[in-house]
């Protein structure tokens, strides 16, 4: 159904709620023409990572982006929050909507979702945009490890009870201070916070999170068989090479193409809209046009 935004919003977008899955999932939606492009956020985000560059991939597709269980203004009670969960939400939700096959797009901690999507649900998928991510199995887990460079905050949302400890009541210092100091405007980071601050608000996360140092064995095998066969581009930008090594290792049977954003951070979606789209475009539009 169609709902008032709770929170920011852009005036060529429409707001929706949909029950799938066991859970209801908040997503947006512009354009009307041309092969649907569905956009999956990473962590510390929501859909609204994506404001920026929907619009200008609106002027030639139909783009959905949702908010994942327990993210955004998606549901967040109890239930499962691993990757194979989120997964079938994006199946079911491209079934419910008659969208598919779509142009799957996802960055950072969603890999492993739509990673899944893609080799699970093939006829749900044109094909996968990997932006900033990687996989487990394929050396996403070593993000976790900080005594070779990886990220605390990733300890501490995998650790039960610890989240909820230290960061409730703390987002917006957490958001500001650490993960959006460099790249965020106040605007952006009030609306991720805003999300973030709600009871049980990083329960998405910490189940992403969880389940990506428990998956290793499982995206692997995926990788294997049935293997992924759809054409593929890889983005880097602040972790550079990391997530084209990855999907060439992850899809050898198929098409992988590359592209790096130099002297973009992470958040490439936010940093870099207007380059990012000349590129997810031009992707697309080859795949369309053959």
Known sequence: ????????????ITHHLV??????????????????????????????AFHKLIPLLAERHHVIAVDLRGFGDSDN?????????????????????GLGPVHLTGQDISG???????????????SLTAIETGLPGFGMEALADVTRGGAWYIGVLTTPGVPEMLLTGREREFLGQFAFAATGEDADIDEFARTYARP??????????????????????????????V????????????????????APAT?????????????????????????ILEFTGRIDAA
Do not use: C
């Open 200 to 229: 049980d608000g990083w329960r998405g996360a910490t189940g992403l999170y969880r389940s990506m140092l428990r998956e290793g064995s499982e995206i692997k095998a995926l990788a294997e068989a049935p293997g992924l066969t």
């Open 231 to 250: 054409p593929v581009l890889a983005v880097g930008a602040g972790g550079r090479t990391f997530t084209a090594t990855t999907m060439a290792q992850a």
């Open 112 to 126: 492993p979702t739509v990673f899944r999507l893609a080799t699970e649900h093939p006829s749900d998928v044109l």
């Open 77 to 97: 009670g109890p239930a499962e929050y691993d990757s194979a969960t989120s997964a079938e939400d994006l199946h079911r939700l491209i079934g419910h909507l």
């Open 255 to 279: 098409e992988v193409s590359s592209a790096s954003l130099d002297g973009v951070g992470h958040y490439a979606a936010m940093q870099a809209p207007d380059e990012l789209a000349k590129i």
């Open 1 to 12: 159904m169609t709902t008032a935004p709770a929170g920011a919003t852009l005036p060529e």
């Open 19 to 48: 029950e799938v899955n066991g859970t209801t999932l908040h997503y947006v939606a512009a354009g009307t023409g041309g092969t649907p492009i569905l956009l999956v956020h990473g962590f510390p985000e929501t859909w609204w």
